[in-house]
């Protein structure tokens, strides 16, 4: 491979500035934020969670910054590794279709400490999102490619650390290209597919990620030298060409469960059938799920743990359809063991249609089949996830999303104050943000 260092990601990343940002940027920035401070909150009730506050105390030690959803105070290291732990606890945070991973819960731990340590402004601290979105879709695309595997978060997260927390530290742009190299280099490997046949927190890698793009801060600090980051070879420069032109951030897709996006289509396909035609749970006796090979190979045992419900789609529909929905509640793990979910998913069966899966991935296509014991049967439309780049999501509907999931963990008036702060015009110091949550959490 042929690599050529001209600086252009790493003068991107530095020269950046909000007021330059068109304002459709700007909004779905703070829409972003939104989304993934909703999945902080509720991600720190989960048992990955309490994993990462401990690996964080024992490894990485004590410090000034605190962390969403604990009292304590650590040092960058730490409170990074454990945001890490709980930004993609319940795979409820964004997504991006080229690299069918989910960018913003990769470094969004690592960047919100690293602005809480420096003390930056909210609209700082989203500059800094935004470099890291759209190094991270770019880096993830040409990594795929170079290794012609389908990894999965955390492997392209390391290099979004790398490029957000670099810059909020001041790094210049050799620096910053060392960093970039080290980490994407270091990267791990992430294998996502089989976290969807055998569920557990390993899931999409977030953590490792998080911790090797600090690392590569921290070593480039201390003088530990990498040399050329993917973006710079030949084969893959073309990915920087539109920097500042095309928003890979825009193409971003939201996710209303807090489960595997290739379950929603079957949910939603559920709800409209029961909506429609005021079926009662009860009065079920099969429902068929159509859809792409890929859906079907989702787990479907009786869950567990959070991480076997989420990545899972015969609970998911069955608790959708008893629960006439699926948030935070239903992965709670006191819940999992309710009867009716159970006997539900033991009337549904999925089907590959070979129509559908044609369409995959471009599209990703579910139609429901509910036979009712009055011997009636029913057939949804074709359902696809919603919350879609083409619906152009915006801070409406992320709040709407932000009330929902948040709700069990929030006051009205907690939810209220938090969107008040993230959507204002005025800045304010991302401290007084943050603080204000583990306020309201009673921290």
Not at 99 to 127: C, Q
Not at 235 to 246: I, S
Not at 359 to 380: H, L, M, N, V
Not at 392 to 418: C, E, H, M
Request: hydrophobic content about 40%.
């Amino acid at each position: 491979m042929n690599f050529k260092t001209d600086y252009k990601l790493e003068n991107y990343i530095l020269g950046t500035k909000w007021q330059d940002l068109p304002r459709e940027v700007q909004d779905r920035l703070k829409g972003c934020m939104i989304d993934l401070f909703g999945a902080l909150i509720v991600g720190s009730k989960s048992q990955q969670f309490a994993a990462g506050l401990k690996l964080a105390k024992s490894v990485f030690g004590g410090g000034d910054i605190a962390v969403i959803g604990s009292g304590e105070h650590f040092s960058f290291a730490g409170a990074s590794t454990a945001m890490g732990h709980s930004s993609n606890a319940y795979d409820i945070d964004d997504g991006h279709n080229i690299t069918r991973a989910h960018p913003g819960t990769s470094f969004v731990g690592a960047i919100l400490a690293a602005a809480y340590e420096k003390n930056v402004s909210r609209n700082e601290f989203l500059t800094a999102l935004l470099v890291a979105y759209e190094t991270t879709v770019r880096m993830g695309a040409a990594l795929m490619d170079y290794y012609n595997y389908a990894h999965s978060s955390g492997t392209f997260g390391a290099v979004g650390v790398a490029a957000g927390v670099g810059r909020l530290f001041g790094f210049n742009k050799e620096q910053l290209n060392n960093a970039l190299s080290v980490a994407e280099f270091n990267a791990p490997l992430v294998p996502g597919i089989r976290s969807v046949e055998y569920p557990s927190m390993n899931k999409d890698g977030v953590p490792f990620g998080v911790m090797t793009g600090v690392l590569a801060i921290l070593d480039t600090a201390c003088g530990f030298t990498g040399n050329k980051h993917m973006l710079e070879a030949d084969e893959y420069r073309r990915y920087l060409d539109d920097l500042g032109q095309k928003y890979q951030v825009m193409d971003l897709y939201f996710k209303p469960y807090p489960c595997c996006r290739w379950a929603h289509p079957a949910i939603d396909a559920c709800l409209e059938l029961i909506s429609k035609h005021k079926i009662s749970p009860s009065d079920i006796e099969k429902v068929t799920i159509h859809t792409f090979k890929r859906a079907t190979m989702l787990s479907k045992i009786v869950p567990k743990t959070a991480d076997e419900a989420q990545y899972n789609i015969a609970y998911p529909v069955a608790s959708s359809i008893v629960h006439g929905d699926f948030g935070f509640t239903q992965v709670l793990e006191e819940n999992l063991n309710d009867s009716t979910v159970i006997d539900m998913m033991s009337r549904l069966e999925f089907k590959v249609d070979d129509d559908l899966d044609a369409r995959f991935p471009a599209e990703r296509i579910c139609r429901a089949e509910i036979k009712t014991k009055q011997g009636d049967t029913y057939i949804s439309s074709e359902c696809e996830p919603r919350g879609e780049a083409k619906e152009n999501i915006g801070i409406d509907w992320l709040s709407d999303k932000f009330y929902r999931i948040t709700g069990p963990v929030l006051s009205k008036q907690a939810q209220d104050k938090l969107l008040k702060l993230i959507t204002q015009t005025n800045d304010l110091p991302i401290r007084e943000i943050v603080d204000t949550v583990n306020k309201e959490l009673g921290l």
